[in-house]
């Protein structure tokens, strides 16, 4: 029989602060310990992706929305490290708090289930903000590639971070299984970002796919972080921020339905 979380919650005022902050400290320095592997190698993998299009076909490729190929790529690779890293910030720490059986440490504290949630987002946002600032670094300091639009660039990468944490946590949820969340992420994660205006832009491609592209939320992500990198962009940045907002809002309203249920975490 499932519990619901929220028979849990405390009451220390309408927000137990100290709870929030201990458990978004925790997930930050959960991956701040191997920083090696949550910032140095996304920042290595981005560089690899730059690298390999440069020798492949960067020479050779005419500007794509009058930039260079490489100024228009950037962008895109950012954000779906980012969101990568988002997503496995979440997912991982969930599924190996409940393979472990260690789930019952942040279940048992004074926690409501809106504040398990922001715990967790806050941990996913700070890596993929983290990430970005790094792999920001690097593109001035090798393409020169100073952000245009610097408010807009951190908006959206702060938005992809919470969307994809959101969706990490929901994942790490509903798997109960290394394997399962190897499926999710192999399935849905890696073809949304790819799959979405990465490496090209979306005029070019055929009407049909062009349409299914605007229906990916992860496209106006990646829309929103070119436009504040580089100036341009395939659509409106409001209109990337709305939708961006809602289906964030959206994947939040699920898990703390899941959370305050106590869906797959409690027997």
Known sequence: MQIPLEQNEHRFGAVNWMGLYTLAKRETLRFLAVWTQTL??????AGLFLLIFNIAI???RPDVMGVPFLTFLAPGIMMMTVIQ????NTSSSMVIAK????????LMPPLSPLEILLGYLAGGIVRGVLIACVVAIALV???GLVPQNPLIALLFVILGGAFMAALGLFAGIFANKFDQMAAITNFIVTPLAFLSGTFYSVEALPPVLNRLSHVNPVFYLIDGLRNGM???SDSSPALGFAVCSGTTLFVCAITWQMLRKGYRLKA
């Not at 393979?99 to 942040?106: A, E, F, M, R, S």
Request: aromatic content about 4%; hydrophobic content about 55%.
């Open 58 to 60: 960067g020479p050779s």
């Open 40 to 45: 140095l190698a996304p920042l290595v993998t």
């Open 99 to 106: 393979v472990q059986g260690n789930i019952v440490d942040t």
């Open 230 to 232: 580089i100036g341009v």
């Open 85 to 88: 890293n988002a997503f496995a």
């Open 141 to 143: 300091l090798v393409l």
